[in-house]
């Protein structure tokens, strides 16, 4: 839900200048509510499947939003899907963000209109559970956290299948 929110937030961003997350530490002798992105111990810390999300989304932003559609419209929950993207003029990427809200896949078509060349291979990033129950905790720190693999490009439209609740980050060079 935090990544299908910050899609939201990407996709505004000529409105949106700012935002941030609160509450942010939690010691685990001391608090008063669990949607802190952060826990610790007096010797260990681990981060929440949502500090990953602030972490991806900051680790991806563009300096330009493109137009990112599904039967032209905005991804905004048609079929439990969200995306932005963004172009990363820093690297040459085009980044996409996908979130799969649903418990099946969901197969798109990615289209790159108005890009002359893409790299023959991405890199994909996917945060994904099937158990909507499971969390991180100090003995299983990363039981929800990214994954990183790469991705064949064969041309600039091709499939990508999206897992059940997921979020995924594609980073694509622009040749």
Partial sequence: ???AFMTGLERNAGVVSMASYAPLFAHIDGW???PDLIWVDNLR???TPDYYVQKLFSLNKGSKVVPITLNNDVVAGQDSLYASAVIDAATNEVVIKIVNASGIQQTSILSFEGIKKLATVGKLTVMQSTDLNQ????DQP???SPKESTIAVKSKKFE???APYSFTVLRIKML
């Fill in 1 to 3: 839900s935090e990544a």
């Fill in 135 to 138: 969390v991180n905790s100090f």
């Fill in 160 to 162: 990508y299948t999206a």
């Fill in 45 to 47: 810390s681990y981060g």
């Fill in 32 to 34: 008063q509510w669990t």
């Fill in 142 to 144: 990363l039981v929800v």
